[in-house]
C-alpha cells in the first residue's frame, strides 16, 4: 500500500468534483462532524398532507411524528433498520418521509442524532432538511452536502494523516483556469471559461485524470465544447498551479477525503464510529466519486435511506447517474423498497398529462416509472396553445398572465405574479418574454439567468455595433446591398458570433443562442423598416434595454427548466415547445433524448393548478411556418398523429394563435428508412443523416467549387451562396429541371433566379452558361435551419 501522505498527495493533484450549486464553504464547527449544529431559519414549508406553506407544531412524542403521513411515507418513517430504497415521484412528499423517518427514529431512541448523517445535493436543500428536522424534535441531526460533510472531515483529519500546512480552499476557480488557459496559450472568454470549468469538473467527478481525460471523452459519446487535447492541457496546467500554490477546489475535496479513507482504515473507522445511519436525497443525481465516499462511510454496514426518482435525472451532463439508484436493489438484496406515488402537489388534470409524458419513454429509467396518483381536488385542464410566431407566443402568454393576475369576478384575490412561472430550455429565450412581460406591464424575475441586455455577450455585442454605427455614420449602403440583418451579422461576426451553432450544450452555446437572438431581432427590425441604418437598430436597441431595466423582486418568474427543479408554482406557462429546442438540436443519442423528455416532465410537474403549453410555428412574423410541435406532445395534444391513432383527444385543448386555417405541415419520413425526420439538415436531405448517402461525391465536389468561386465574386461567405447541407441534398437527388431543384429545401426563388441555370448545368455535366451583369441583386444568407 501506498504511504498515505504519498496516496493523498497524489489524490490532491487530481482533484475531485461537484457543480457549481454544492460549492459552498462550511465554517468550522467541531472537530469531528456529529456534534450539534449552529441555530439555522427553517428554509420552507413541508410537502406532503400539509397545506402548502403551513409548519407543523413540535411533535410531543414520538407516535405524534407519524401524524399526518400516507401509508407508504409512514412505512418509510418507519422502517428503521437495514437498507431502504424510497422511489419518490414527484410532489410526493419525498423530504417529508425522510425527515420523519429520522425524527421518528431519534424520539424512538434508536438513533442518537449525532450518529446521523444526512447529505443532499444544495445548501438550500440542507437547509430546509435541517429545519423540518427541528421542527419535529430532531435538532443534533447533521444534514449537509457531500462536500460540507467531507470537507470537516479533511480539516479535521489532515494533520493525522498528512501533516503539515492545511492547503487554501479555492472559493472561485475561474481566475486560476484562465491563467492555466494563458499559459497554454488558450485564450478563454467568458462563456468558454464556463464550458472549460465544467469539463474539467465532469472529468474530476468521474474521475478521469488530466491524461485520460480524451479518451474518456470519446468512451462517454460526450460532446465535449472543444478540442479535448486542448482541455487536458488546461486541466493539468490547472491542476498544476493549485499544487505549488498550496491550494485545493471543491471538487478536490471529495477526492482528498476518498484518498484518506481508503489508506487509512484507523481514519475511516473513526468517522464510522460516529456516523451510523444515513440517508441520501436525490439519490438519481449521485456521481461515481460520491457513491464511493458513501461506500467508505458506511464500510461493511447497511444502515443506509435513499431516495430519489430516476424520470428526475436531468443532470448527466455534469457526471449524475440514475445507476445507483436503479441498482440499489441488485446491490442490496434485502432493501426494503417504498414507492411515493400520492402527488400532493399538482391536481389531476395535471397528473395525468405528467404520467402520459413518461408512458412514451423509452430506456432503463423509463422501466422505473412511477405511475403518479393525484391527492388534489380537481382543476382545469392543461392547455396547448399554437402561434404563428415567436412573437405573437410570447405576447399571448404574457396576456394570459395577466388575466391570472387580475382578480376574479368573485372578489377573491387573483393568483400572485410569484407564483407564476414562465420555463423555456435555454436562457436565450428569455428576452423575447421578458419584453412582452414589460409591454404588458407585468413586473418579472430572473431566476438562474442574467437580464438580456445585461449579459457580458450582449453588452459585448452592444458596443461593437455602437462602433460600427458611428464609423458608418448615416451611409444607407446596408439597405441598399446586403441588408440590415446581413450588417449586424457582420459587425457581432467581430465578437465571435459564427452562423453555424458550436457543438455541444454548454455556455459556449447559450451565447451563440444570445447572439442569435439579436441577429433574428436585426431581421425583424429590417422587415418593419426596410430603408434602416446601423444607426437606427442600436437606437432601437438602446429603447428596448431601458425599457426592461426596472428591477423587480415580486414577480412573474422566468427560467430555463434546469434552473426550476426542486420549485413549484401554482401556474406554470411552458413555451418553445418544438422540435430542435426540446430536444434541443444537439441532443443526438437516444440517452439525450430520453433527458430532453424527462426534462419536460421536470417541467410539467413544477405546476400545482394552471399549466399551460405553447409552441411557435415560424421564428417571426412572415416567417417560414416550417417547425413542429416536439414530438414529446405527440398523443398528449389533441390532433397529433398518436392521438388519432387512438382514436381520443390529448389532455386540454388546443388553441391556434395567429395561426388560423393554417394546414398543419405533415410530417416528412426519411426516404430510406421511413423514420421521421426532426432535425433541419435531415429535412434538406430528405433522410436520417446515419442512412446509407446515395451523393454523387464528385458532383459535390464540383458544386463546392463553383460554391466557393461565387462567394469570392460576391465577397461573402460560402454558406451564404448555399450550404453544405442544400449541395448535399442536391447531390444526393440531382435535379433535371428548374422545378426539381426547388423541392430542395434551401432552394428559394431569390436564388432559383440567381443560380438555378448554374446548378441545373453542373448537375448535368455541362459548361456553365454566361451570367448577365450583377446588379443589386445578390445572395442573401441562408437560414440553414430553413
Known amino acids: 500500500m501506498d504511504n498515505p501522505k504519498r496516496a493523498a498527495a497524489r489524490t490532491w493533484q487530481h482533484g475531485g468534483v461537484t457543480s457549481a450549486p454544492h460549492a ?9 462532524p456529529g456534534s450539534t449544529p449552529p441555530g439555522s431559519r427553517a428554509a420552507g414549508a413541508p410537502h406532503g398532507t400539509l397545506p402548502h406553506g403551513a409548519f407543523p407544531a413540535v411533535p410531543d412524542s414520538a407516535d405524534a411524528v407519524l401524524d399526518g403521513l400516507d401509508p407508504e411515507q409512514r412505512t418509510v418513517a418507519t422502517t428503521l433498520r437495514g437498507p431502504v430504497c424510497v422511489l419518490a415521484g414527484a410532489g410526493t412528499g419525498k423530504t417529508r418521509a425522510i425527515t420523519h423517518r429520522i425524527a421518528y427514529g431519534v424520539r424512538a431512541g434508536v438513533y442518537q442524532p449525532n450518529t446521523v448523517l444526512a447529505v443532499t445535493f444544495t445548501a438550500r436543500a440542507a437547509g430546509e432538511m435541517r429545519g423540518r428536522l427541528r421542527q419535529l424534535g430532531a435538532g443534533g441531526v447533521q444534514t449537509r452536502t457531500f462536500h460540507a460533510a467531507a470537507l470537516r472531515q479533511l480539516q ?13 480552499l479555492l472559493e472561485r476557480k475561474h481566475q486560476l483556469v484562465a491563467e492555466a488557459g494563458a499559459r497554454c496559450r488558450i485564450r478563454l472568454e467568458r462563456a468558454e471559461l464556463r464550458d472549460m470549468l465544467g ?32 482541455t487536458s492541457r488546461v486541466y493539468a496546467t490547472y491542476e498544476r498551479l493549485k499544487r505549488d500554490r498550496g491550494l485545493i477546489d471543491f471538487e478536490d475535496v471529495l477526492l482528498l477525503t476518498v484518498g484518506i479513507l481508503t489508506d487509512r482504515p484507523d481514519i475511516a473507522d473513526t468517522i464510522r464510529r460516529q456516523y451510523q445511519h444515513f440517508t441520501v436525497d436525490e439519490y438519481q443525481d449521485v456521481s461515481p466519486l460520491q457513491q464511493r465516499l458513501l461506500q467508505l462511510w458506511l464500510g461493511d454496514r447497511d444502515s443506509v435511506c435513499v431516495v430519489g426518482d430516476a424520470s428526475q435525472t436531468i443532470y448527466s451532463f455534469t457526471g449524475a447517474t440514475p445507476d445507483h439508484l436503479l441498482n440499489f436493489r441488485a446491490q442490496h438484496p434485502e432493501a426494503t423498497l417504498v414507492k411515493l406515488v400520492r402527488d400532493y402537489r399538482s391536481t389531476p388534470q395535471v397528473v395525468h398529462l405528467a404520467n402520459g409524458l413518461l408512458a412514451q419513454a423509452k430506456g432503463r429509467a423509463a422501466e422505473h416509472r412511477l405511475e403518479l396518483v393525484s391527492q388534489r381536488q380537481p382543476g382545469p385542464e392543461p392547455v396547448f396553445h399554437e402561434h404563428a410566431d415567436e412573437p405573437a407566443e410570447a405576447e399571448a402568454t404574457a396576456g394570459r398572465i395577466k388575466e391570472l393576475l387580475t382578480p376574479v369576478a ?59 454605427s458611428r464609423a458608418a455614420g448615416t451611409d444607407t449602403s446596408a439597405a441598399e446591398g446586403e441588408g440590415l440583418a446581413a450588417e449586424v451579422g457582420a459587425v457581432l461576426a467581430s465578437t465571435g458570433w459564427t452562423p453555424e451553432p458550436p457543438a455541444g450544450s454548454g455556455a459556449a452555446r447559450d451565447r451563440w443562442e444570445s447572439l442569435r437572438a439579436l441577429v433574428r431581432l436585426a431581421e425583424e427590425f429590417q422587415r418593419s423598416r426596410p430603408d434602416a441604418v446601423l444607426a437606427d437598430f442600436v437606437a432601437e436597441l438602446a429603447e428596448r434595454a431601458a425599457a426592461q431595466h426596472a428591477p423587480t423582486v415580486e414577480g412573474v418568474t422566468l427560467a430555463s427548466f434546469h434552473t426550476a427543479k426542486g420549485l413549484e408554482w401554482d401556474a406554470v406557462f411552458l413555451v418553445g415547445l418544438t422540435d430542435g429546442m426540446l430536444p434541443i438540436t444537439h441532443a443526438k443519442t437516444p440517452e439525450q433524448i430520453e433527458e430532453e423528455r424527462r426534462l419536460l416532465y421536470v417541467g410539467v410537474t413544477r405546476a400545482r393548478f394552471h399549466l399551460c403549453m405553447s409552441w411557435a410555428l415560424a421564428r417571426s412574423p412572415g416567417g417560414r411556418a416550417g ?4 414530438r414529446f406532445l405527440d398523443g398528449l395534444r389533441p390532433g397529433s398523429a398518436s392521438d388519432a391513432a387512438r382514436g381520443r383527444g390529448g389532455a386540454g385543448g388546443v388553441e391556434r394563435g395567429g395561426a388560423k386555417g393554417r394546414k398543419p405541415r405533415g410530417p416528412v419520413p426519411c426516404r430510406v428508412c421511413g423514420r421521421t425526420l426532426t432535425e433541419a439538415t435531415e429535412l434538406k436531405l430528405r433522410r436520417c443523416v446515419d442512412c446509407p448517402s446515395t451523393m454523387d461525391e464528385e458532383l459535390y465536389e464540383r458544386m463546392r467549387e463553383w460554391r466557393l468561386e461565387r462567394a469570392q465574386e460576391l465577397g461573402r461567405p460560402a454558406y451564404a451562396v448555399f450550404t453544405d447541407a442544400t449541395l448535399m441534398a442536391i ?8 422545378r426539381e431543384l426547388t423541392r430542395v429545401p434551401g432552394v428559394g426563388p431569390h436564388k432559383l433566379r440567381q443560380f438555378g441555370a448554374e446548378l441545373l448545368a453542373l448537375c448535368a455535366g455541362e459548361p456553365l452558361p454566361e451570367r448577365a451583369e450583377e446588379g443589386s441583386e445578390e445572395a442573401s444568407e441562408e437560414d440553414p435551419e430553413k
Open 199 to 230: 469539463e474539467i469538473e465532469w472529468a474530476k467527478v468521474t474521475q478521469a485524470t488530466p491524461e485520460d481525460y480524451p479518451a474518456v471523452v470519446a468512451k462517454s459519446d460526450r460532446d465535449a465544447p472543444r478540442d479535448p487535447a486542448e
Open 24 to 32: 459552498s464553504a462550511v465554517p468550522p464547527e467541531s472537530p469531528l
Open 731 to 738: 447531390a444526393e437527388q440531382p435535379p433535371a429541371t428548374e
Open 410 to 468: 368573485e372578489g377573491g384575490p387573483g393568483v400572485p405574479a410569484s407564483e407564476i412561472a414562465v420555463l423555456y430550455r435555454v436562457n436565450a429565450q428569455s428576452e423575447i418574454y421578458e419584453q412582452a412581460l414589460a409591454d404588458a406591464g407585468v413586473p418579472y424575475q430572473l431566476r438562474g439567468a442574467e437580464r438580456f441586455f445585461d449579459r457580458q455577450e450582449i453588452q459585448q455585442a452592444g458596443l461593437a455595433l455602437r462602433g460600427a
Open 156 to 168: 479535521f483529519f489532515w494533520p493525522k494523516a498528512i501533516g503539515g500546512e492545511q492547503p487554501r
Open 627 to 630: 417547425r413542429r410541435p416536439s
